[in-house]
């Protein structure tokens, strides 16, 4: 077995990538970054931000900064601030890199606009507050080829997918029994996978919330799950049963059983998977260690290859990760880490570099790449259209095109119903953190109504004034 694939592993281009950290002055430093124990990344970069969860009393908020502005932050610096409780997920729109998706302990899923130039205040109003979720929502993901679809995880155990063109949720996925812990998509979005508390591994299609394929992880017990490109194979991290921290390798057509299933320490941290389509290199990141293991991924046996592994001494709470376009393709760097490195209030970029001699540009680990353009909109989608990615060139240094920008769509606040169910109808508070929430959330819609009550009044003097002057006008005497 070993002699099979060590003439494959000396022939990959990819053995000798090494990773590369920051000079201190190109880090950001003096961060606040949250304390909570919330197995996500708190963190989301594009080619133009990077936004962080910060530690914050009353409310959540986060920190969006340019990329150019590294270096020591304020502390008075201006946040995104308009959630009631913890903000527990971030994400960029993969198509407009000034939109960023939040999610929070206050039920809410919030959509922001960041000001040319980053924040000169703080933010409170979000561009969209989309409330469906009867619990605190735990994840947001964007479509890949879609523009405005967004998709939800809260923790009472449902999926919402939202049309952000009309701000209201269209589909509702409703077979977790439990938190659903991770989602991801395939290439062209046509199917979503999702790791859940109750030990399954699902391959879903999104638009129908048919579960097409589900295995039941008894002995590999699954956290973490990423699509492998076009492969049509999942990667899983998770615990063996003798709690060591384990990797799987599933076909995505037959969850029966993993093609392989790997051990790689016995260290008790969540692994966060990374994946690479264009280089098939798949990235492990432990929490709560300094170790970055990478491997090259094949179709054939064995299927997995370890390359090497980035050690560092500072444990990494989160990761955040650079789009392609984002990265510097004249220092060969095939993939970028902002790491989250709480004790120290710092995120450190860590360049994943390919050592190369020649200055020249390097086709062979730069293939056309999902670009920032959307493949589809909402309505095709929603009615059933697959397309893969809009695929760009990198050869010419990334040029942003101002074509898609985002139009909040006007709405009156009504009861959110999808499949017949009203997500919004009253569900006992089950924490005191639940019923703070509820009692925040009623005031806010107390205000509103009072608003709305005394501008009907207004409108109704309004009225009886024009009616007392028709009466009294000239032509009825």
Request: include cysteine.
């Amino acid at each position: 077995m070993t002699m099979s694939w060590r003439p494959q592993y000396r022939s990959s281009k990819f053995r000798n990538v090494y990773g590369k950290v920051a000079n201190r002055e190109h880090c950001f430093d003096g961060i606040p970054i949250t304390k909570n124990v919330h197995d996500n990344h708190f963190c989301a970069v594009n080619a133009r931000f990077l936004a962080i969860v910060t530690e914050s009393a009353g409310g959540g908020s986060f920190l969006v900064i340019p990329l150019e502005q590294t270096g020591r932050i304020e502390p008075n610096y201006p946040k995104v601030c308009g959630h009631q409780g913890n903000v527990l997920d971030i994400k960029w729109n993969p198509f407009i890199d000034n939109v960023i998706a939040s999610c929070s302990e206050d039920t809410s899923v919030r959509i922001w606009e960041i000001p040319e130039g980053g924040l000169k205040r703080n933010m409170t109003e979000a561009l969209l507050q989309l409330h469906g979720h009867s619990r605190r929502v735990g994840l947001v993901e964007w479509h890949p080829t879609t523009n405005n679809i967004l998709f939800s995880a809260g923790y009472d155990y449902k999926v919402l997918i939202w049309n952000l063109d009309v701000g209201e949720p269209v589909k509702m996925i409703d077979c977790h029994t439990d938190v659903i812990l991770c989602m991801s998509f395939n290439t062209d979005g046509s199917l979503l996978t999702t790791t859940c508390k109750d030990k399954k591994l699902r391959v879903i299609e999104p638009r129908s919330g048919r579960v097409l394929q589900e295995a039941n992880c008894k002995n590999h017990r699954v956290n973490r799950v990423v699509f492998l490109g076009n492969m049509k194979r999942l990667l899983t991290t998770g615990v063996s049963r003798w709690n060591t921290r384990q990797i799987a390798l599933w076909d995505q057509e037959d969850l029966s059983m993993p093609l392989i299933e790997e051990e790689i320490d016995g260290l008790s941290g969540l692994l966060f998977p990374f994946y690479d389509a264009d280089t098939h290199m798949l990235y492990l990141a432990g929490k709560g260690d300094g170790n970055i293991r990478y491997y090259e991924i094949s179709t054939e046996k064995p299927y997995l290859s370890y390359l090497m592994e980035f050690r560092s001494p500072a444990p990494q709470k989160g990761l955040g990760v650079m789009p392609k376009h984002g990265l510097d393709v004249s220092a060969c760097e095939v993939f970028r880490f902002y790491k989250l490195v709480t004790l120290k209030g710092l995120i450190e970029p860590i360049s994943m570099i390919v050592p190369r001699r020649s200055d020249s540009y390097q086709e062979d680990i730069y293939p056309m790449t999902p670009g920032t353009e959307p493949a589809l909109t909402p309505d095709e989608w929603l009615g059933g259209i697959n397309r893969d990615p809009v695929l760009m060139s990198l050869k010419e240094g990334y040029k942003r095109s101002p074509k898609v920008a985002f139009k909040a769509p006007i709405r009156e606040k009504k009861s959110v119903v999808v499949n017949g169910i009203d997500l919004l109808e009253n569900v006992p508070p089950r924490t005191e953190n639940e019923l703070l929430r509820m009692f925040f959330r009623q005031q806010d819609e107390i205000r509103r109504l009072k608003e709305e009550l005394a501008q009907k009044d207004v409108r109704i003097r309004q009225l009886q004034l024009e009616l007392k002057n028709l009466r009294n006008s000239p032509k009825n005497c």
